[in-house]
């Protein structure tokens, strides 16, 4: 019976952590992850995308991270997804930029992030009667990162851009759509250019610290700075 009960334990701790590596989280870098979903051979049990991308509702509650804050997304505005690469759903957490737009905003360079808490839903607008139950991260890989200091990095992790003066410098050239949050994911500016190289002027009228996006033909930037 003893043995019996041994087999039946080590099985159901296997069944445990194939369910658990169904799912990982995997960090790149300081405060950035990559995670891939896959579930097809268990029927998608833990989450069901129908061939959608997956919006993954981030969220981090006081005690998360050190210092202590509150950092939730909008439910109606889920900005991070899983895609199909043809293998898995994947997709990138960079949580050196991440807006958490409902509560927090972007986490303030320096911050220590020990928990990263998470559930699969409909995007970009969150579904009450299709998501999973809140996880943890580090149940699936997660490993606590140090928000890094002000810098401005492409998708690719390359840095490429910087913010002096209140000036944008950036090597991009054409038609850019730029647009300046403050922390607390408020927009403050939308501004379109065509950049020839020179310093761009942002006008802004206050000091502060702030995140902007950069987009245009071949480019997707996300840039922290103060002014």
């Given at each position: 019976?003893?043995?019996?009960?041994?087999?039946?334990?080590?099985?159901?701790?296997?069944?445990?952590?194939?369910?658990?590596?169904?799912?990982?989280?995997?960090?790149?870098?300081?405060?950035?992850?990559?995670?891939?979903?896959?579930?097809s051979?268990?029927?998608?049990?833990?989450?069901?995308?129908?061939?959608?991308?997956?919006?993954?509702?981030?969220?981090?509650?006081?005690?998360?991270?050190?210092?202590?804050?509150?950092?939730?997304?909008?439910?109606?505005?889920?900005?991070?997804?899983?895609?199909?690469?043809?293998?898995?759903?994947?997709?990138?957490?960079?949580?050196?930029?991440?807006?958490?737009?409902?509560?927090?905003?972007?986490?303030?360079?320096?911050?220590?992030?020990n928990?990263?808490?998470?559930?699969?839903?409909?995007?970009?607008?969150?579904?009450?009667?299709?998501?999973?139950?809140?996880?943890?991260?580090?149940?699936?890989?997660?490993?606590p990162?140090?928000?890094?200091?002000?810098?401005?990095?492409?998708?690719?992790?390359?840095?490429?851009?910087?913010?002096?003066?209140?000036?944008?410098?950036?090597?991009?050239?054409?038609?850019?759509?730029?647009?300046?949050?403050?922390?607390?994911?408020?927009?403050?500016?939308?501004?379109?250019?065509?950049?020839?190289?020179?310093?761009?002027?942002?006008?802004?009228?206050?000091?502060?610290?702030?995140?902007?996006?950069?987009?245009?033909?071949?480019?997707?930037?996300?840039?922290?700075?103060s002014?």
């Open positions: 019976m003893k043995k019996i009960y041994s087999l039946m334990l080590a099985v159901l701790a296997g069944m445990t952590l194939s369910a658990q590596a169904l799912l990982k989280i995997v960090k790149t870098s300081e405060g950035v992850y990559t995670m891939t979903y896959n579930d051979a268990n029927g998608w049990a833990f989450y069901d995308p129908f061939s959608q991308p997956i919006g993954v509702y981030l969220f981090i509650n006081p005690g998360d991270t050190t210092p202590s804050g509150t950092f939730n997304d909008a439910w109606s505005n889920i900005t991070t997804t899983l895609n199909w690469d043809g293998t898995n759903y994947s997709g990138t957490i960079n949580l050196n930029t991440h807006n958490f737009n409902n509560t927090g905003g972007v986490l303030p360079p320096g911050t220590k992030v928990e990263l808490r998470f559930l699969f839903t409909e995007a970009p607008a969150g579904n009450g009667g299709h998501q999973t139950a809140d996880k943890l991260g580090t149940s699936y890989g997660f490993t990162s140090t928000i890094s200091s002000l810098a401005v990095a492409d998708v690719n992790g390359k840095t490429k851009s910087q913010v002096a003066a209140g000036k944008l410098f950036t090597s991009a050239k054409g038609n850019l759509d730029i647009t300046v949050y403050d922390f607390g994911g408020k927009v403050i500016k939308n501004l379109k250019v065509n950049a020839n190289g020179n310093p761009i002027d942002l006008n802004l009228s206050q000091k502060g610290m702030y995140l902007m996006t950069i987009s245009g033909n071949a480019i997707s930037e996300a840039v922290k700075f002014y």
